[in-house]
């Protein structure tokens, strides 16, 4: 979609969806690599838990490693439409390798949201200068804190620098990352107002990682990370920016917004593997495909798909019509959140179908429906849930405040992988 179009088309039911000349060159290089060096791989992928070296080398040449940073911190300055079209194609070809690309990922959006100009371009400069740099987001909490709102790992003002101490559970990439931007509270007193942010050097004294195994989404490399007496610079500390909790909900519906066009390549990859089955395994005499309830079920998913496709791409130029001050946010926040919900569960609905069609075939591996299935489930509580989706949706619908502790995932409500 073109960036200056009148969004008045956004907004009702005429919408232009035209990638400009730009969008369609690169789409068509990421399609092509995700065609060609992801969708071969994906049973390599999901045993190494990572992208194999040359993988990552031709990714990384592509420019892929630095496609979250923001043109002013040195990077190319996506749009979040040219964006979308990107995560699509790349989990068309495995969903899990999205999660396993050089980059700051999730680190650099988080940063962008909630630094200024200066402190962002200082804090994505070392990934602008080593691609194959990695960085995550150590959000999540295994359980809630009893007495209080907030996290339990906690920021202590000694001297003249912050102690870390706890422990970060759900971190994708934390394993791999050189850098960490870890949650803590900062004020026991202020419960969830009372959180801060902090850049941390992985290889700091203090801090362990150990990796989990999910169901899905095994290139993630979700681990969990253990802070114990950790000592970082007051520089380092983040939650001294204006509108803190609004900054927090745009990088959390913004990184969903990406998890959902990620589930949208999810739901292609599954329906295209699904439709070829079904037209060359046979049952009395004719391909299985040419029986209504499974003509009509393929047609159903392709729906899903359409619709998914739609709801992302008009969610995400919404975000670069706020950016060009052209749109309010609430607008980019409610149509991302029942983008968010639609995608994700049309994304399980097309994995789930793709293994119910395939038969027996459908739970061995020699076919990829039973890894979509799981990525489908695991990509659910990605970023944000349905269930988190919709209560920001609601909330705007109803006129509610936006309370972030509400709508932000944590140990009360349900946690995810960020």
Request: with cysteine; proline share 4%.
């Amino acid at each position: 979609m073109h960036r200056g179009e009148d969004l008045g088309r956004a907004r009702g039911t005429m919408i232009d969806f035209a990638p400009t000349e730009e969008q369609q060159a690169l789409q068509e290089a990421v399609r092509q690599f995700a065609k060609t060096m992801l969708a071969p791989r994906i049973r390599e992928t999901e045993k190494l838990r990572g992208l194999a070296p040359e993988v990552q080398a031709a990714a990384i040449e592509m420019g892929l490693s630095l496609a979250s940073i923001p043109e002013s911190s040195g990077g190319p300055g996506f749009s979040f439409v040219t964006r979308v079209l990107l995560e699509e194609e790349l989990a068309a070809g495995d969903p899990a390798a999205t999660y396993g690309l050089a980059g700051p990922g999730a680190f650099a959006l988080a940063i962008a949201e909630l630094c200024d100009e200066a402190r962002c371009k200082q804090f994505l400069a070392p990934f602008v200068e080593h691609p194959d740099r990695f960085g995550a987001v150590a959000w999540g909490e295994a359980k809630p804190v009893d007495s209080r709102g907030g996290f339990a790992t906690t920021a202590k003002w000694i001297g003249n620098s912050f102690t870390l101490e706890g422990t970060k559970s759900y971190v994708v990439g934390a394993s791999r990352a050189e850098t960490l931007l870890v949650f803590a509270q900062v004020d026991d007193a202020a419960d969830w107002n009372g959180v801060g942010a902090f850049v941390v050097p992985k290889h700091v004294h203090g801090i362990s990682i150990e990796r989990v195994t999910t169901l899905g989404l095994e290139a993630a490399d979700v681990a969990s990370v253990r802070l114990e007496h950790v000592r970082v610079p007051r520089a380092s500390y983040l939650n001294e920016a204006k509108e803190w909790s609004h900054r927090l909900l745009r990088f959390f519906v913004k990184n969903a917004l990406l998890v959902a066009a990620r589930c949208t390549g999810l739901q292609r990859a599954a329906i295209e593997v699904t439709r070829d089955y079904v037209q060359t395994r046979t049952a009395f005499g004719k391909p299985i495909g040419h029986f209504q309830a499974v003509a009509f079920n393929i047609s159903d998913r392709f729906i899903d798909l359409e619709a998914s496709r739609a709801m992302v791409q008009r969610a995400a130029f919404l975000w670069d019509a706020v950016a060009a001050g052209q749109a309010e946010e609430n607008e980019a926040l409610l149509a991302s959140a029942r983008a968010i919900g639609f995608a994700q569960e049309a994304a399980m609905r097309a994995g789930n179908d793709a293994v119910q069609l395939h038969g027996g075939a459908g739970f061995m591996r020699d076919y990829p429906v039973e890894k979509y299935m799981r990525d489908a489930k695991q990509l659910q509580v990605c970023g944000m849930t349905t269930t988190q989706a919709d209560q920001l949706a609601s909330r705007i619908e109803l006129g509610l405040p936006l309370e972030w502790s509400l709508l932000v995932p944590t140990a009360e409500s349900q946690n995810v992988f960020v």
